[in-house]
């Protein structure tokens, strides 16, 4: 076994680690934060498998914005872990066999579509091809984009002054 495989090895613990301790810890901002662990992962993955430009807007847009996002909203709300829940059905304990089942099919049935070695070339999520493709091919939907996210930051900016009005 090589170093890179320990590595993706011991990256993908960590992601399923973290989006376990998502879906299990009862305390929003501990879920929260185990959620950023299991991007920060994600992001190591990426850049494991050659794709630094993905990895470091995961790092960004994800475990950095979006994260940031999350857990302000949680503290403005000021959730509790101990405030009383909905209680739980008991049906819902008979769907885990069952989806265990389909998700082991649906994994079995892409493992078995791969054939041969399609390794994506070396450049593909470098910052230099991403990039060119930015630039070139995709240059007009680029703008388009840019386009629409100023006018969303100048219409809330006129909502902001209006309502200060």
């Given at each position: 076994?090589?170093?890179?495989?320990?590595l993706?090895?011991?990256?993908?613990?960590l992601?399923?680690?973290?989006?376990?301790s998502?879906?299990?810890?009862?305390?929003?901002?501990?879920?929260?934060?185990?959620l950023?662990?299991?991007?920060v992962?994600?992001?190591?993955?990426?850049v494991?498998?050659g794709?630094?430009f993905i990895?470091?807007?995961?790092i960004?847009?994800?475990?950095?914005?979006?994260?940031?996002?999350?857990?302000?909203?949680i503290?403005?709300l000021n959730?509790r872990?101990?405030?009383?829940?909905?209680?739980r059905?008991?049906?819902?304990?008979?769907?885990?066999a069952?989806?265990?089942l389909l998700f082991s099919?649906?994994v079995?049935l892409?493992?078995?579509?791969l054939?041969?070695d399609?390794?994506?070339s070396g450049?593909t999520?470098?910052?230099?091809?991403?990039?060119?493709?930015?630039?070139?091919?995709y240059?007009?939907p680029f703008?388009?984009?840019?386009v629409?996210?100023?006018?969303?930051v100048?219409?809330a900016?006129?909502?902001?002054?209006?309502e200060k009005?």
């Amino acid at each position: 076994m090589t170093f890179q495989q320990l590595l993706f090895i011991g990256f993908a613990t960590l992601v399923l680690s973290g989006a376990i301790s998502v879906v299990l810890l009862r305390n929003p901002l501990y879920g929260a934060f185990a959620l950023i662990t299991s991007f920060v992962g994600l992001s190591a993955l990426y850049v494991l498998m050659g794709a630094q430009f993905i990895g470091a807007a995961q790092i960004v847009v994800y475990a950095g914005a979006i994260m940031m996002l999350f857990v302000f909203v949680i503290m403005l709300l000021n959730v509790r872990a101990d405030e009383e829940r909905a209680p739980r059905h008991r049906f819902l304990a008979w769907l885990a066999a069952p989806l265990a089942l389909l998700f082991s099919l649906q994994v079995w049935l892409a493992v078995s579509g791969l054939k041969g070695d399609r390794a994506p070339s070396g450049e593909t999520g470098t910052v230099e091809r991403v990039g060119k493709n930015l630039m070139t091919r995709y240059l007009l939907p680029f703008e388009l984009t840019s386009v629409l996210i100023l006018l969303a930051v100048v219409g809330a900016l006129h909502l902001a002054k209006r309502e200060k009005e």
